[in-house]
């Protein structure tokens, strides 16, 4: 079975930093891309920023460029997304996607891929 799991969301003030990370289990495919979108309340879903496996690849939306960074082990098939310079916009629920095969972290971002698996989400709330 292949499961996400996403963690180190967290309540923090407006400037600070987290790190979430997203481990993903129950496949066997050494190509695969993984994007982390977000969710706040009253909105839609947005993309944030998508890797591929081997990390050669990466893609940022515009509005956290410069200020987040992702990054993967793929030997432990774990994601990360440093997040630092946060702002109350970035409060939202964060989930993290897995797109088995091969993509470009671009095509990933604007093609419409529809991801195979997708995490429960962590809550990261910014405030003043």
């Known amino acids: 079975e292949v499961q996400l799991v996403e963690s180190g969301g967290g309540s923090v003030q407006a400037g600070e930093s987290l790190r979430l990370s997203c481990a993903a289990s129950g496949f066997a495919n050494t190509d695969y891309g993984i994007g982390w979108f977000r969710q706040a309340p009253g909105k839609e879903r947005e993309g944030v920023s998508w890797i591929t496996s081997d990390g050669s690849s990466t893609h940022y939306a515009d509005s956290v460029k410069g200020r987040f960074t992702i990054s993967i082990d793929n030997i432990k098939n774990t994601a990360y997304l440093q997040m630092n310079s946060l702002k109350p916009e970035d409060t939202a629920v964060y989930y993290c996607?897995?797109?088995?095969?091969?993509?470009?972290?671009?095509?990933?971002?604007?093609?419409?891929?529809?991801?195979?698996?997708w995490g429960q989400g962590t809550q990261v709330t910014v405030s003043l």
């Open positions: 996607a897995l797109l088995l095969g091969w993509v470009t972290a671009e095509a990933m971002a604007t093609a419409g891929y529809e991801y195979d698996y």
